[in-house]
């Protein structure tokens, strides 16, 4: 028997009581609020070393630093607006906006703050707040029923969560890293299979092919039959290196109209949020499909897979660096695209380089959906314990 089951017989065996927020807030328990208007010119007009904490669903929720602060305690936080979810902010001097709130436990002797927390984000994941049901501390002091074990039992159940989560963000970092480094690992190794002196011809993309813009697709023509499509936003989302099937279709009344990618072409993205991203190719090695506005079809004589491959490289990168433009989407021009120039080797090399390359695609590949599905994995493994050792009998009269 493990100490937590041992306390639970001896301290409550036949259940705990349950309780509202608002009636622990009642019974002076703990206490509820909001924090303060507090905007970003004030913390521009006022800048000093405390944090300010705003509306986030994710991630910190750090607006800013400030010269003054509101709290210097254990507290509890929470977006009213960004979906509700909960933080554990520890002792430190910070401030909340009035988009967040705050829980203060007022009688340690009866509730661990810490055993709140991980009570309150066990039982968020069923509650749907967003921008119109919004998370206000009037709301949920009537939405969350906590399970009121004796504190001994609360503190036991902190500390198995606690290394329980602590193990969890050093395999999840560890498994972060070896991802990382594997990327790097077969970025180097494509950067140098495709890394050419004199000894090989270079030509400019407009001196090998020619661009086919796309034209009007939209995501609001899509179908669930029909002629296939690619959407530009899709090179970006779901594609990898290559396809030969699309996911998505338009009628074949609207396909007459759309301009058409063929099988052997480049696709390239021609937008994106930032520089890493725009022109991201994808080979296309199916049949005839429509293709979208700000995006192109590359028809050339060379081996597809090979393009794809250069222009993934480092050496494109910079390139793009240099030449792209634009504020809130980024573009590179198309006459910058067709003047990068890149070596062109014979066929029969640039085969051999491909076949070299789709086995270092493949396995990147594995390690890429792997590595984070295993990171899932133990997350819904912490998930799943965290809500067994929060489960209580309820206490009859």
């Not at 296309?284 to 597809?304: E, P, Y």
């Not at 899932?376 to 309820?394: G, H, I, P, T, W």
């Amino acid at each position: 028997m493990s100490k937590l089951d041992e306390l639970i017989a001896e301290l409550c065996p036949d259940g705990v009581e349950y309780k509202l927020l608002g009636d622990l807030e009642k019974d002076s328990i703990l206490e509820l609020g909001r924090g303060k208007v507090i905007s970003k010119k004030t913390i521009s007009d006022n800048p000093g070393k405390y944090p300010v904490y705003s509306s986030s669903a994710i991630g910190e929720g750090l607006m800013g630093k400030y010269n003054q602060y509101m709290f210097d305690e254990v507290l509890l936080s929470w977006s009213i607006d960004g979906g509700g979810r909960f933080f554990y902010r520890n002792k430190h001097k910070f401030s909340l906006t009035n988009v967040s709130g705050w829980l203060r436990v007022l009688r340690k002797d009866v509730l661990n703050i810490r055993y709140l927390y991980y009570v309150m984000d066990s039982l968020w994941l069923g509650k749907t707040y967003d921008y119109v049901n919004k998370a206000h501390p009037s709301v949920i002091k009537n939405d969350y029923l906590i399970p009121l074990p004796p504190l001994p039992v609360q503190q036991e159940i902190v500390r198995i969560l606690d290394n329980f989560t602590e193990l969890t963000a050093e395999l999840t970092a560890e498994l972060t890293a070896e991802l990382t480094a594997r990327r790097k690992q077969y970025e180097y190794y494509r950067d140098l299979l495709l890394t050419f002196g004199d000894e090989v011809e270079w030509k400019t993309l407009g001196e090998i092919g020619k661009l086919i813009r796309g034209s009007g697709l939209l995501k609001s023509d899509f179908v669930e039959e029909g002629f296939p499509c690619i959407h530009y936003g899709q090179i970006h989302t779901y594609y990898g290196t290559s396809a030969t099937e699309t996911i998505s279709f338009v009628s074949v009344d609207k396909s007459k109209k759309l301009k058409k990618a063929k099988k052997g072409d480049v696709l390239i993205a021609g937008v994106s949020e930032n520089v890493e991203d725009v022109c991201k190719p994808l080979a296309w090695l199916g049949g005839d499909i429509c293709i979208s506005g700000d995006m192109f079809a590359f028809r050339h004589n060379q081996n597809t897979k090979y393009i794809t491959y250069l222009l993934q490289t480092t050496d494109f990168s910079r390139y793009k660096e240099k030449f792209a433009h634009g504020a809130k989407v980024t573009r590179l021009r198309q006459d910058k695209l067709l003047a990068y120039k890149i070596p062109v080797p014979p066929l029969e090399e640039q085969e051999r380089i491909v076949a070299i390359l789709d086995r270092f695609d493949a396995l990147c590949n594995d390690l890429t959906s792997g590595i984070p599905a295993e990171i899932e994995a133990r997350q819904k493994q912490y998930e799943y314990y965290r809500d067994k050792l929060l489960s209580f009998k309820e206490v009859t009269a």
